[in-house]
């Protein structure tokens, strides 16, 4: 029975590039890890090994330092749509790239004098954005998000009213922590703007795309905002609470797909001791986890994020 | 600006459990972790937070041992395929469940005598399963895979005659070290048959299932026989070798998703020592890596593995 | 040939414990993860298998859950010297107690409103204490550390000046990245104090001990500090300013052994694109790194700390 | 207050080398990671930065490359030997090297024909090597291992009789499943044999060293079999099981140090569904975990393995 070849993609992935540019004595640096995906007509180098219209994956790697040199990394999206760009009009091959990046962010440490050139790894979340162009329709779709995020709520959470069937023995509780690990995905609604996808030598010469490092730490701040600020029934709730803020609150975003994975603690059983436990001593579980996901659009906006990009391992 | 609930699913993630059978002195083990996502009329819960609709992910964990003990574990596949249909016929909200499975391999340490209860955790790959039951369909989709098999030939391997742009310094080879880490994901034709999904008490009423176990076996080795007997002058070629080796000799598979890192083994250079090295020594890089995904379909199918499901962190 | 039992100890380890209190409507977390290590008369359970003189690990992490409910967790140091003393004074056949805390920092999210519930997990390291109690001698060895501390300097490190053997290649530079990885471990002078180890119902009734808390963040802010204010020859040098800089603004700090990981950042070569690169665009390593190791004691004071206990994997 | 300077090392970390050799069409592999820490009159690039008796780390790396080149991986402890002797007689502010080597496993892929190029990663376990050479007197120490081995017994281990005191719940068990990761480290008597350490071109001139690599199999064999032939009443009891095995039937190993987490398998409390389980289904728990570690010595030899080495981290 013979065989078809369906959709493939190759590249480079985490080529991990750290940028430094100085003002004077102050320095700043963005530290990035690159995954680059393109696929275009690539049915040859399957089915005979032919190379010859294939761009070896070293030379996107290459080409992620040398654009880090000459333009500089003035944001992940920013960073990846130019590397986008230039694969797909630069190789007759290449019909779409897939551009994704994972920032990790840095703070200074305070020094006496004018010198800024010593950072602290900041957080234990990573900021990610993933963007693809289509050449043949000149269309962009940029996606922010980010990973990582810890937090936790040690009241204000219920638990109760569910679904009891024969295998079901939790007990309702109604005072809980309710504790997640964000992992949140949003499309932009940008596209490139007036429909032709831009042609120029710049990224997007349609409609100015947003601010991205400010649409960034926006959302960030939504997210976390309206975790602390709801007063939780399930996590259920608490996601959408976050999500429809994130999309209210950010003109520009169309789309938002959260996975929270349910971090659970549990009130350690102090009874035999004689003790009691009034919502005093968890016990941090690791596995399993409930694992909470939803998508969350605006009104009228159709989905395009993928559910498994947020995935768990 | 309002906001809507896409696409929503949650379960119980990562439950290990552990089934032991005997056969007089001799065990059995299935070594499992299972990850539930169950979705249907859950609007009601992400809006207001009532739980009337929802079976705790706490219950979906206990079914999992439940169940172990009461069906057994034939293999990942049937495992999975009798809890999810048990969610969806089981609760009225719940439309579609889809069960992940990873299975942990086990060999037998010899002992004299007839005893056989003593084993060591085998390779280093994991089997995967995940089935897709929905309930309006009354269809299954069923995926078996494997991740994390890590191979390498030491010859047979070339990499020329690629395109070459401004970033290109990458040198020719005729001669060079591939290896990688298979992540596979193939999906069977197998949908639960006659077009009414089943009823009964049994899993797929229709045409009987395949023999799951035997199927992976085998498919697992026509990947490896393709990885070492394919003269490769990319991995690409050696990716398709692999994918439609594995759909032509697997009667029941109509579909393939392959993910292969190209794990880098670069030459070191010993010329500033004065010394040769014709392939004898080598340096193992992490990162970056090429990364080389494609999808081989049975001539006639259609494609239904998402593209990040094999996704690479 | 006859072989003997030597050094032996067991606990339980990884106990994940949290601990909340209020102060009205803010809360307040210590997140642990703590292991307990007991050591004393055993001969008899690894020889025959009697457990007569064993108490559970079981036990052990029963006795961290309900301490911590009883004594609330002042500081990981406190935490930990409580547990040892217990088991060291509580059960005739354990002689020695080693108690080993991690602890996970979190930052309050800012909400509008008195309460304080909500929290995100902060940076990437890991405070640790290592507290042992000799219950012969009646004395106490209190180690302070952390681990995955990440910094960077982007100037002032230059490397030139070594030896150059038959093998060496690396050209000298007067300007580079450095960047580590802190791991550290510091010793304190205090043991518990007048020479009984303290016998009432306190932790150590000689000197009063330090301020846990205080001495932890100022060493951190120490090992900062010195990183980010050091010009650079070497980080052998930087690992020497760092060390004596905390002993010697931490008068109570005896010793400290330091494992710093070179993360090396190579500057990517631009040259083949007809690009230059002036200390702008580097690539990150992750393997190999060089690993520099080195003990700073007071003057006079005797080095205790084992130099595996900050080994890197 | 001054400080002085303590213990201290330097040297590269995780060199990850593959060395190939071809018998006509038939190769062989071997797939290490090779860390070095180098000691001696190190005090002035602590203090001043001055590098002039410092070897860079990277001079370190490429050792590592061309030795594998000129001398072939006989085994790990061979070609470690062969460097730390190498660093100590080459540079005379090198006073100890101490050379530690991880080894993956690999098994060949069977194929039709004569070639034998095609391997695929076996196992999950790590075969470890520390060799120490110290120059001054001219001494050797090869620490052998292994972790990472995963084992389990289904039935054979009881566990009762143990201490009871306040915080006591556990309750005893006359079946229960024990499953460890089994993490070793054994010392050789040889130490270089004649007094003289040996001097001349080869390694250890004095009693030929042992069969590395038969000597590591057997080992592994005898920890295994001692692990699955003992019928247990505590882990301690087969922890010494296997340790007295590895000694008593090793003519030239002197001591083993063993760290064994107690992978615990809690029965799954079936019971609220109507449900027995005798025994069948387990779920496996992650943390906390039971850590047993002890060192077993031939009858009259002296400890030397650090207890830190076979840490968990």
Redesign the interface.
């Known amino acids: 029975?013979?065989?078809?070849?369906?959709?493939?993609?190759?590249?480079?992935?985490?080529?991990?590039?750290?940028?430094?540019?100085r003002d004077g004595p102050v320095?700043h640096?963005r530290?990035l890890?690159v995954?680059i995906?393109l696929s275009g007509t690539?049915d040859e180098?399957?089915?005979?090994?032919?190379?010859?219209?294939?761009?070896?994956?070293?030379?996107t790697?290459?080409?992620v330092?040398?654009f880090?040199?000459?333009y500089g990394v003035a944001s992940p999206e920013e960073f990846a749509a130019r590397l986008a760009r230039h694969f797909v009009t630069?190789?007759e091959?290449i019909r779409t790239a897939r551009v994704r990046v994972e920032e990790y962010a840095?703070d200074r440490?305070p020094?006496?004098g004018p010198?800024g050139?010593?950072?602290?790894?900041?957080?234990?979340e990573t900021r990610t954005a993933q963007v693809t162009f289509d050449g043949a329709g000149g269309r962009w779709q940029v996606l922010s998000g980010l990973k990582g995020?810890?937090?936790?709520?040690?009241?204000?959470s219920e638990?109760?009213?569910?679904?009891?069937?024969?295998?079901?023995?939790?007990p309702e509780t109604r005072d809980r922590?309710l504790a997640t690990e964000v992992n949140a995905c949003w499309r932009h609604a940008w596209d490139g703007g007036d429909g032709e996808g831009g042609g120029g030598d710049g990224v997007g010469d349609g409609a100015a795309p947003p601010d991205w490092d400010g649409s960034w730490e926006r959302t960030r701040g939504h997210l976390?905002?309206a975790?602390?600020?709801t007063y939780?029934?399930?996590l259920?709730?608490t996601?959408?609470a976050m999500?429809?803020r994130a999309?209210?609150h950010g003109?520009g975003i169309d789309?938002i797909r959260l996975s929270l994975?349910?971090k659970h603690?549990f009130l350690?059983d102090?009874k035999?001791?004689g003790?009691?436990?009034d919502?005093?001593?968890?016990?941090?579980?690791?596995?399993?986890?409930?694992?909470?996901?939803?998508?969350?659009?605006?009104?009228g906006a159709e989905?395009a994020v993928?559910?498994?990009?947020t995935?768990?391992?």
């Open positions: 029975m013979p065989t078809v070849l369906g959709q493939n993609q190759y590249g480079k992935a985490e080529t991990r590039v750290v940028r430094v540019t320095h640096i530290d890890s995954s995906a690539m180098v399957h089915l005979s090994g032919s190379n010859a219209r294939v761009l070896p994956t070293d030379t790697k290459n080409t330092f040398a880090a040199k000459e630069g190789q091959s840095w440490i020094t006496p010198a050139h010593s950072f602290v790894r900041r957080g234990r995020l810890t937090v936790m709520n040690t009241t204000d638990f109760h009213g569910y679904v009891k069937d024969r295998y079901t023995t939790l922590i976390l905002a975790f602390a600020e939780s029934l399930s259920q709730q996601l959408y999500g429809s999309v209210e003109p789309e994975p349910n603690h350690a102090l035999p001791f003790l009691g436990n919502n005093e001593v968890y016990y941090a579980a690791d596995r399993p986890y409930g694992l909470i996901e939803a998508t969350v659009l605006r009104d989905a993928p559910q498994e990009l995935n768990l391992p």
